[in-house]
């Protein structure tokens, strides 16, 4: 099977603009994560989504949103970027979420704000 | 919720050495534990879980972790290492009061040298 996967894969934009990240989960996969990765703060939830639904959200402010299409793709979106958005964005798929079950991580996509 | 905290930042080692990765973790009600390893420009890759049972866990490329709920650890470990593990290693915890999102720890560099 075809692992999780991310596009793109960099990403260039300035302060007060938009970008939309997509993530393709292994197929079967129904449940997608996202998380920050930087230096600072190192790995943070974002949100997850099973079934089109949001089922969890971390603690980011309400610029960062996402949703889930009927095929189980996600996108998240970043409005109004700030310098300390700049990061490693990750998108991981399972197939439910439930107890225990792995995590399978994309390859990122790295955001750079200027 | 659930935190992990990875005692090392940085651990330097020769090559067939043997190495342990420290990480405790905090929860009020029952976790589950992971280690998680990222290669230079890459994703995540699972190492290892532990969800009950056994408290000596066995993964991929040779590693294996303990859990010890009386001093809450879960250290990783390796007999001997290789160049090729040169990462950064992320322990985790997920639980059922955070959805089962993964907390994870800060990560520890593990720099294996000739």
């Known amino acids: 099977k075809a692992g999780v996967t991310q596009t793109p894969r960099y990403l260039i934009k300035t302060r007060g603009q938009q970008v939309t990240l997509s993530c393709s989960p292994i197929s079967g996969h129904r449940s997608v994560s996202w998380y920050q990765q930087t230096p600072g703060q190192g790995l943070q939830f974002l949100f997850e989504y099973f079934s089109e639904t949001q089922r969890n959200k971390g603690n980011f402010p309400g610029r960062f949103s996402g949703r889930q299409f009927s095929n189980s793709r996600s996108e998240m979106n970043v409005s109004t970027l700030e310098l300390g958005d700049s990061a490693l964005y990750l998108c991981a798929s399972s197939p439910t979420a439930g107890v225990g079950e792995t995590q399978y991580f994309g390859p990122g996509t790295r955001l750079l704000v200027l | ?114």
Do not use: M
């Open chain 2, 1 to 114: 919720a659930q935190s992990v905290t990875q005692l090392d930042s940085q651990v330097p080692v020769f090559e067939e050495a043997p190495v342990e990765l420290r990480c405790n973790y905090s929860s009020s009600v029952s976790v589950y534990l992971f280690w998680y390893v990222q290669y230079p420009n890459q994703g995540l890759q699972l190492l290892l879980k532990y969800l009950s049972g056994s408290t000596l866990v066995k993964g991929i490329n040779g590693f294996e972790a303990e859990f010890n709920k009386s001093q809450t650890s879960f250290h990783l470990r390796k007999p001997s290492v290789h160049i090729s593990d040169t990462a950064e290693y992320f322990c985790a915890v997920s639980g059922s009061n955070s959805g089962y999102a993964l907390n994870f720890g800060k990560g520890t560099s593990l720099l294996v040298t000739p």
